[in-house]
């Protein structure tokens, strides 16, 4: 199951956030609910990333799986010619913990890809085996916020992607072949942006709010009835958020 971008919580204040997790968390166990605050605090938006047209599921879900397992927190999908496919045999569950934004049909420009990054601070990066991109270990993190593109196996990232992006990365080879598998590319990619990014001096975790509605999410994602026990506790509370 994919779970897309839906801010349910945007209305809401932090005091009846708060409270709403306490009612929440007696649901789960405590283990699992001292899991949700570790990873959390864990968790990044300085770096996102953005897979275009990618339709093999089984990479498209191994990439998902690296981004929960490194820390990224957003994950942009871009559905022009292609349709994102998940194999939760290979994410092991993994959208569940993630943002995930998609783009379909003909970018307006409420809805282009390279707009709302750039809207939200991030430079556009493209990864690509071309000659004149950055090797991935020289690649400076501390210029700013981050938004890694990778595209399908066989074609790559497209023409008007490469031609937007701020910036190329590469991950240097050594052998005959052109290209790592994509799922490896994003792998070997943000190991070595987080690395950089957890030694730097840079504010890479999420804000106190959205700390908070993280955790609420997840909760209400592993709740049983969570609808129901929303609904019970904010008409309880004189709220009418539904």
């Known amino acids: 199951m994919l779970y897309f971008l839906e801010n349910v919580y945007l209305f809401m204040d932090k005091t009846t956030k708060q409270a709403l997790i306490k009612c929440f968390e007696p649901y789960v ?8 605050k570790k990873v959390v605090e864990l968790r990044t938006r300085y770096i996102t990333i953005v897979l275009e047209d990618v339709y093999q599921s089984h990479n498209t879900s191994a990439v998902l799986r690296s981004c929960d397992c490194f820390g ?3 994950v942009h999908i871009i559905e022009q010619r ?13 959208a569940k913990w993630l ?12 809805n282009n890809p390279f ?5 939200g601070g991030y430079r556009i990066v493209a990864t690509s085996p071309k000659k004149g991109a950055t090797s991935i270990y020289d690649f400076d993190i501390t ?5 890694f593109f990778f595209g399908t196996e066989l074609k790559g990232l497209s023409k008007e992607l490469m031609e937007n992006a701020d910036e190329k990365v590469h991950i240097p080879m ?5 290209s790592f598998n994509i799922s490896v590319s994003a792998a070997l990619v943000l190991q070595q942006a987080i690395q950089k990014l957890h030694q730097s001096n840079l504010h890479w975790q999420l804000s106190h709010e959205e700390k908070i509605d993280l955790n609420l999410d997840w909760l209400k994602k592993t709740v049983k009835s969570a609808e129901s026990l929303e609904k019970t ?3 309880n509370s004189g709220n009418s958020f539904t």
């Open 174 to 178: 050594h052998g005959f072949t052109e």
């Open 115 to 119: 707009n709302i990054l750039r809207k």
């Open 233 to 235: 506790f904010l008409s």
């Open 99 to 110: 943002t995930l934004r998609k783009y379909t049909g003909k970018n307006s420009s409420e």
């Open 29 to 36: 166990t405590e283990k699992r609910a001292s899991l949700f």
């Open 82 to 94: 292609n349709e994102f496919k998940l194999n939760n045999d290979i994410a092991l569950g993994a």
């Open 143 to 147: 210029k700013g916020k981050t938004a």
């Open 72 to 74: 990224i927190q957003d």
